[in-house]
């Protein structure tokens, strides 16, 4: 089955040292009395729930997967009661707002809950996690009437929510899609169509599932500006709140995958099934994507639960497995076999998993310490600067920390060796588990597209710069000390190639449009370097002021962050050159001479 452990030392780490969170929260009047001990306690039960209660359901969960039958769907044994534990202990509440029966507890708290619920079982988590994307944007677009209606049975979690965007001819094109909305006399809508690939689309876990649905009003414009964005619950709820009559929407069937087998993957049928508007009319892009913006970031931090649970069992195997002798000499003179972590190349990946794992984490919380500061701060300018950061850095949460995770999951089956291959161990798992990741939310493509189409080239680069600045002080503080020249040179000189590079590929885009299309992914690779380098940077100068006191978890974090700057970060010189490469070499052969 494998092991996994909440990594609380680096989580506090990162909030405490890095981000310095308690005094930032003190800007924000919503979570000004919070201090440091409250978010180590609320971090540390998460911890232990993950550990002891839904990660000893994930490989069973995988073997059982989800059930089928006349459109009701059973998932895997255990995961029923271990969602009522999640609800009883008040976990979807956490960072929800009081007026709802929330906690009120900040965002970045929730994104370490979800970092370790992602670790200990993804399929399992995707159920709670699309709820809480369903309650951020009815809580940002809904009307009075369905936030009274949904928002505390979501928040309670009593009961749970989908986005359902998909249809069979259409996916990230978005502006195909044909589901109808039929307006009725008393203002709500009949809806039509058939929508795919709907995570937990149907289930057990909860009474009733609040469906946000994509479809067209009868005089909608074509293409993306006539979608409108409607609540369609699987049960219509009574005026007193409780459980009424079955709705028109059901499960069709259930998707057999290559992974996430524990969560049910839905076609969903909608029969003249009663929904309501949210937002306006022909403007459900509009609301629908504070639910896609969480959901990209909450698979960001799906790439990072597993690409740290991947390196904890490389590492507990690495440290165990006896296999041949070191090529410097015998380093367990004692034992008929070196263990495999004495050799170079299984360093190597360990390292890498690592590197990963702690510069995701950084990554990741900041950006959610980011999220609280747009929606909370009390200053109007750090709230845009904020929004925006949030906006640029999105698309590298979700492709980067994802291609990150496959990486990494697939280093792990290979530090296995054969046993890696084999189903008992769970190596094999996290890497079918995390392949999804790289498609779903808008696939990684998508994401550079994004990225380099609309949030750097989009606006002249005004947003990039926003965060080249932070890097440029950083580089401007720390550059004149001798003992920083290993990772501020480096930082400096790939943020300047990156500048280069955004202005060389936006001079060809202006005459070829394709060019974007040929760079965005590299681009992206470069991009996500940077970001990593930065914090990485960062966490070098704490390590170094921290080495007196002797703590080997910082001696650690130090040649870890040696390892970032020497092995990983040249990968930008390929991707760079592989961006410069531009559109003729992919599109001179004619599609009929594939």
Not at 128 to 153: I, N
Not at 340 to 345: F, T
Not at 404 to 414: D, R, V
Not at 503 to 510: C, L, R, W
Request: contains cysteine.
């Amino acid at each position: 089955m494998g092991q996994y452990a909440a990594p609380l030392r680096d989580m506090q780490f990162v909030l405490h040292e890095l981000l310095d969170v308690e005094s930032e929260l003190k800007q924000m009047p919503a979570y000004a009395e919070i201090d440091a001990d409250t978010v180590n306690q609320v971090i540390e039960a998460a911890g232990k729930f993950c550990a002891d209660v839904i990660f000893p359901l994930n490989q069973s969960g995988d073997l059982e997967g989800c059930h089928w039958n006349d459109g009701e769907v059973t998932t895997p044994k255990g995961f029923k009661q271990a969602y009522r534990q999640y609800v009883e202990a008040g976990w979807p509440a956490l960072a929800c707002n009081p007026d709802f029966g929330g906690q009120g507890l900040p965002r970045f708290v929730n994104n370490a809950l979800f970092e370790m619920a992602n670790s200990a079982n993804q399929a399992w988590t995707m159920y709670p996690g699309l709820s809480h994307g369903a309650y951020e944007c009815l809580h940002t677009h809904g009307t009075d009437e369905q936030k009274r209606v949904y928002l505390a049975k979501l928040v309670s979690g009593e009961w749970t929510g989908t986005m359902c965007l998909t249809e069979p001819h259409c996916g990230t094109d978005l502006g195909m899609l044909r589901t109808k909305a039929e307006p009725q006399a008393d203002g709500t809508y009949r809806i039509t169509g058939t929508k795919i690939f709907i995570s937990s689309g149907e289930h057990d876990l909860a009474e009733n599932i609040v469906h946000l649905v994509l479809a067209r009003l009868p005089d909608a414009p074509v293409g993306t500006k006539g979608i409108s964005l409607f609540a369609v619950p699987k049960f219509n709820p009574t005026a007193d709140g409780g459980i009424g009559a079955r709705n028109g929407i059901k499960c069709g069937s259930i998707e057999h995958k290559m992974g996430i087998h524990g969560n049910s993957t839905c076609v969903m049928n909608l029969d003249d099934a009663l929904g309501t508007l949210v937002g306006e009319p022909n403007k459900g892009l509009n609301a629908m994507f504070v639910m896609m913006n969480a959901a990209r970031l909450g698979v960001g931090m799906q790439g990072l639960g597993l690409t740290e649970v991947a390196y904890q069992n490389s590492l507990a195997y690495a440290r165990e497995r006896l296999q041949m002798r070191s090529l410097s000499g015998p380093k367990a003179p004692d034992k008929p076999a070196d263990p495999i972590i004495v050799h170079p190349d299984v360093r190597r990946m360990l390292l890498t998993q690592k590197a990963y794992a702690e510069g995701g984490r950084a990554f990741s919380y900041w950006i959610a310490l980011q999220i609280d500061k747009e929606l909370s701060h009390e200053d109007e300018s750090v709230r845009k600067d904020a929004a925006d950061l949030v906006a640029l850095l999105t698309p590298i949460i979700k492709a980067f920390l994802t291609d990150n995770a496959f990486e990494s999951t697939n280093h792990a089956l290979q530090v296995f060796g054969g046993h890696g291959f084999i189903r008992e161990w769970g190596m094999e798992q996290y890497v079918r588990d995390a392949r999804i990741n790289m498609i779903y939310e808008g696939t990684n493509t998508i994401q550079s597209l994004d990225l380099l189409g609309r949030k750097v080239l989009g606006d002249m680069g005004a947003k990039m710069k926003k965060f080249g600045r932070i890097v440029q002080d950083f580089v401007e503080q720390e550059g004149v000390k001798s003992e920083m020249q290993e990772f501020i040179n480096p930082l400096a000189d790939v943020g300047e190639k990156l500048q280069k590079l955004t202005m060389e590929i936006g001079m060809k885009a202006m005459a070829n449009p394709d060019e974007i299309g040929a760079a965005a992914v590299p681009y992206l690779r470069v991009a996500g370097h940077v970001v990593f380098a930065y914090f990485w940077a960062r966490m070098a100068r704490i390590a170094l002021d921290k080495q007196a006191n002797d703590d080997p978890f910082y001696k650690s974090k130090l040649a870890t962050a040696r390892f970032y700057f020497a092995k990983l970060l040249p990968e930008t010189a390929f991707q760079i050159r592989a961006a410069r490469a531009g559109v003729k070499p992919l599109m001179d052969l004619e599609a009929e001479l594939f």
